[in-house]
Each structure stands twice: as structure tokens, then as C-alpha cells.
């Protein structure tokens, strides 16, 4: 699982020249915040408060240290938490799959140059990289989402064949695990990566298909929380149902606002304008009513979208393409591998 952050995370192309305007007019704004206007009144003298929220989701880092230490400190508790459900062996297999799949997006997003990257595992139900990126495209950020699934399946393939052809059941076992989580990780369900794939080359274009695609994905997670036994899934589902009054608002306001002009990202920051811009129109809103840095996190993740612009049809066309050939060719070819052989004994 990838999640942009923050995103996912996750892509800009704007002109120079845009640049060089977003620098100005920021410029212009700090020059004036502490000069008398006409009516006697003075601006702050300090940026306002959601400039500054924002601020400080944009600069929060974490450690090396520290970085360590939540990775480990969460696999410890997903260990523990596994051993009450499973048997160490399966609990060791399953940690290995996830580190794979997790390093794959720790890897892409590293050389993409994703900031404040981190990984991390949640008791029961998995892990996750997070980072954040203002400068990338479409294509790379859908590549972000890949690069944890697709090697994963790939690697699994032949250690299902290996371990089924020679009789080893650990390496079986391995092979079919990884298999069947990343498939199921390529499921079209936000947060999923899969998910998030077909969001980025359909979902976003629209704040309707975006809703009955999340509806669609929560329905699945019941589903799935009712057939495995695994209520842990509603820990994810029950909030995203609560939130998709505002999920709906954020995807209307940035289809409504997608193609108006809006100041680029300068030295890895939203513009003060930018920010103060969103604001207001968040204000127009029921979002109004949240706590100021809640609407801060709400701003970064629309900016980001309105920069990100839905991928033309030769990248949509190839994003998909990847997306169900890997599914096939996992399918069909862990399909073909169990049916090869008579199993382990």
C-alpha cells in the first residue's frame, strides 16, 4: 500500500515564468502585510494561520533515527498482533511479502525524489510508505504505485513454480502469499494501490465516478470484513464512509477549479496566494467548520491534485494496460502453476 501524503505523495508542470509570477507575488503580499492600509487598519504582521498550518505539514521531517525506529517498532507490534492470529511461521512469511512490496515503493519513491519518505506496518492490517512530492508527473506517480505490486507478483510467479516443481513448502508457501496480497492489493478499492491507479487515470476526472468508485470499494471492504472473519478491515472502511460527504466536496471543488489559473509550487512550497486562495473557497463550504490545520492538510491535498493534471490518453492508455496485464498475468499464471503440478505433498 502506498499512501500519498502524502501521498501517495505524489507533480507538476508548471512554466518557469509561472515560477518567477508565484515569487512576485508572494513578494508583494509579505511587503504589504505590515503597511497601514487606507481605512487606518494594519495586516499582521505574520503570515495567518492556515499559511502557517500548511507551513508546517510542508516542512515536517522525520529523522533517520527516527524513521528506524518506527519501522521497527510498528513491525514489532504487527508481529505481535500476527502471532495471535497466525502461527510465527506464516506471520514471518507474510512480513517478508510486505517488506518486499513496501521497499518497492520506498525505492520509487526515493529515486523520484519523494521527501520525508518513511515506511511503517499497522497491526493486522498491513503496511505503508508515505513521502511527499511537489514536482512530479502523472506518469511517475502511477509508476510510484506499481513499483510495490508488480515486482511482487513477479517475483512470486517463479517461487510458486520452483517451490511446487521441487517440493519445498516454505518457498510454496512464499510464492503463493505474495502472489495472492499483491493481487489483492491491484483490487480497484481506495487505498489500495490498485486503487489509487485507476484513480489516477479515470477517477479523477470526475467527482461522480470518484464517489460511486469509493462507495463501490467500501461495500467491498464489509464484504470482505463479514467473509474472512477480519472486522480489523471496518477500521478503514467506517471512516471513509464518514467522510465521503467531504470526500465528495474536495473532488467538486477541484474538478470546478481544475484549469483555473493558480500559482505554481515555489522551493517545494504552496505559494501564500495559492493557499489563501483555497482557503476561501473551502470557506464557501461546510469545510468551514473544521479545525484550521484539518483544512490545512485539505489545501495540500488539493493543490496537489490541481497540479497534477488527469494523464492524456496515451499515458492513461498505457497505465491501464499495465495495470490489467499484471492482473492477468498474476491470475492466469499462478492459475497455470497450481495446475501444473499435483501440489505439495
Given amino acids: 500500500m502506498n499512501v500519498p501524503d502524502d501521498i501517495q505523495s505524489m507533480r507538476y508542470t508548471p512554466t518557469e515564468a509561472c515560477a518567477n509570477q508565484g515569487d512576485l507575488e508572494t513578494s508583494a503580499i509579505e511587503t504589504s502585510a505590515a503597511e497601514p492600509q487606507a481605512d487606518g487598519d494594519v495586516r499582521a504582521s505574520r503570515p495567518p494561520r492556515i499559511i502557517a498550518e500548511v507551513r508546517k505539514i510542508e516542512t515536517a521531517s522525520t529523522g533517520g533515527t527516527a524513521k528506524l525506529l518506527l519501522l521497527l517498532i510498528s513491525l514489532a507490534l504487527f508481529v505481535g498482533a500476527g502471532v495471535l492470529w497466525w502461527n510465527v ?49 502523472p506518469w511517475k506517480q502511477s509508476l510510484v504505485y506499481f513499483a510495490g505490486p508488480v ?9 510458486l513454480a520452483v517451490g511446487q516443481a521441487a517440493q519445498w513448502q516454505w ?14 492489493n491491484l483490487l480497484p478499492i481506495i487505498p489500495l494501490d490498485g486503487g489509487w491507479i485507476v484513480y489516477r487515470a479515470i477517477l479523477c476526472r470526475s467527482p461522480v465516478l470518484d464517489l460511486v468508485a469509493r462507495i463501490a470499494g467500501i ?13 480489523m478491515i471496518l477500521l478503514i472502511a467506517i471512516p471513509m464512509m464518514l467522510w465521503l460527504p467531504t470526500t465528495f466536496r474536495v473532488a467538486s471543488l477541484i474538478h470546478r477549479q481544475r484549469g483555473q ?5 515555489v522551493h517545494d512550497e504552496i505559494p501564500g496566494p495559492a493557499i489563501e486562495l483555497l482557503d476561501g473557497k473551502l470557506q464557501a463550504t461546510p469545510m468551514s467548520e473544521l479545525p484550521t490545520p484539518v483544512r490545512a492538510a485539505w489545501i495540500v491535498k488539493i493543490y ?21 496485464g499484471i492482473i492477468l498475468l498474476g491470475g492466469l499464471g499462478g492459475y497455470a502453476i497450481f495446475q501444473s503440478g499435483n501440489g505439495l505433498e
Fill in 89 to 137: 511461521r506464516m506471520v514471518l512469511i507474510v512480513v517478508t511479502v510486505l517488506l518486499f512490496h513496501e521497499a518497492g515503493h520506498y525505492v520509487a519513491m526515493r529515486a523520484f525524489g519523494y521527501r520525508n519518505v518513511k515506511m511503517f506496518f499497522v497491526p493486522f492490517l498491513g503496511a505503508a510508505v508515505s513521502g511527499r512530492h511537489f514536482h512530479i508527473s
Fill in 151 to 159: 515486482p511482487g507478483i513477479l517475483l512470486a510467479l517463479p517461487l
Fill in 171 to 184: 518457498m510454496f508457501e512464499l510464492g503463493a502469499v505474495g502472489l495472492v496480497l499483491n493481487l489483492l
Fill in 219 to 231: 461495500g467491498l471492504m464489509f464484504v470482505f470484513a463479514v467473509f474472512f472473519h477480519s472486522p
Fill in 261 to 265: 489559473p493558480i500559482p505554481p509550487p
Fill in 304 to 324: 496537489e491534485s490541481l497540479t497534477v493534471p488527469p494523464p492524456n490518453l496515451i499515458v492513461t492508455l498505457a497505465i491501464l494496460t499495465l495495470y490489467l
